[in-house]
């Protein structure tokens, strides 16, 4: 085995096993922080990958930003020590089998589908990111673009209008 | 690089997928429901950069599609805490099942 072979092999069980960890531990706060991990893995296998500007913005975006919003949420909602409730012991058997059933139709497809990979390098750079990204011709992504900058703007007015507190009737007179 | 199969990286992103699954099933509270869903992203976008690496390596679609969902996932989690905020407010509870009203 080679070196790249074995990083590949410790990433993969490090995000499996975080995200198994995030979905099953009974504390909320520690699901968070295992979740954390799990992406902060996820973004260790895009540098594996080579694709440094997709973890660049992995780590940003996810790890800085997600992350940090779910973790005031829950210090904003509960106590973080307090043990969650537990789904019954037939609904969790249930999952595990629809689960394991899904994951082995679904990773038969693959396995028997024989993906050739190509023998070409990979060639991104962010400067051909960035052109085709503002590009408004047959291969540009400009119009993607600008309907996710309005929807941003309408995801961050839609939050303020959701969370804000409504005045008291008395002071509105 | 090339030494690794491709369905071997599959293999993590669907088990990725149907780790997300499982605590969509068995979570009873909210937040972790977003945990969830975060995941489940994940995975897709795990997808869809080692389709565009290997099978497509002089087209950048899945970098452009992963940057895409990487950003709607940002706003579907900032709307989402905001409602969940607004309901413990109002219920004092996150738990799914204290929301059932809003079915009707």
């Known amino acids: ?37 799990s992406l902060i893995g996820v973004a260790g296998l895009y540098f594996w990958l080579e694709v440094e500007f997709i973890a660049a913005v992995q780590i940003v975006v996810y790890v800085g930003g997600i992350v940090v919003l779910i973790i005031f949420s829950i210090f904003l909602t509960q106590q973080s020590g307090k043990e969650m409730l537990k789904a019954s012991m037939l609904r969790n058997i249930a999952s595990i089998l629809s689960v394991l059933f899904g994951f082995a139709l679904t990773y038969n497809l693959i396995y028997n589908n024989n993906f050739q990979a ?56 | 690089m090339a030494d690794i199969p491709i369905s071997h990286i599959l293999f993590v992103s669907t088990a990725l997928f149907f780790i997300g699954m499982y605590g969509l099933f068995t979570r009873r509270n909210m937040i972790t429901v977003l945990m969830s869903i975060e995941i489940i992203l994940n995975s897709v976008n ?3 950069v080692v389709f565009n690496k290997y099978l497509y390596p002089d087209r950048l679609d899945g970098i452009f599609f992963t940057i ?18 607004n309901l413990y407010r109002s219920h004092r509870s996150i738990d799914v099942e204290s929301a059932e009203e809003m079915k009707y």
Do not use: H
């Not at chain 1, 092999?9 to 490090?14: N, P, R, V």
């Not at chain 1, 540009?140 to 969370?163: D, H, N, Q």
């Open chain 1, 118 to 173: 190509k023998d070409k390098p990979f060639d991104w750079t962010v400067n051909k990111i960035g052109t085709q990204m503002l590009e408004t011709g047959e291969n540009g992504y400009a119009l993607p673009f600008e309907v996710v900058s309005i929807l941003l703007l309408a995801a961050m007015v839609g939050c303020i209008v959701i969370a804000i507190k409504s005045k008291p009737e008395e002071k509105n007179g």
């Open chain 1, 1 to 37: 085995m080679t070196a790249s072979q074995v990083i590949f092999y410790i990433l993969s069980a490090f995000i499996l096993g975080t995200a198994v960890l995030s979905v099953t531990t009974a504390k909320i706060f520690r699901s968070a922080i295992w979740l954390l991990f």
């Open chain 2, 46 to 48: 795990i997808n869809f």
């Open chain 2, 68 to 85: 895409f969902i990487i950003t709607i996932a940002a706003a579907e989690a900032a709307v989402a805490i905001a409602i969940i905020i």
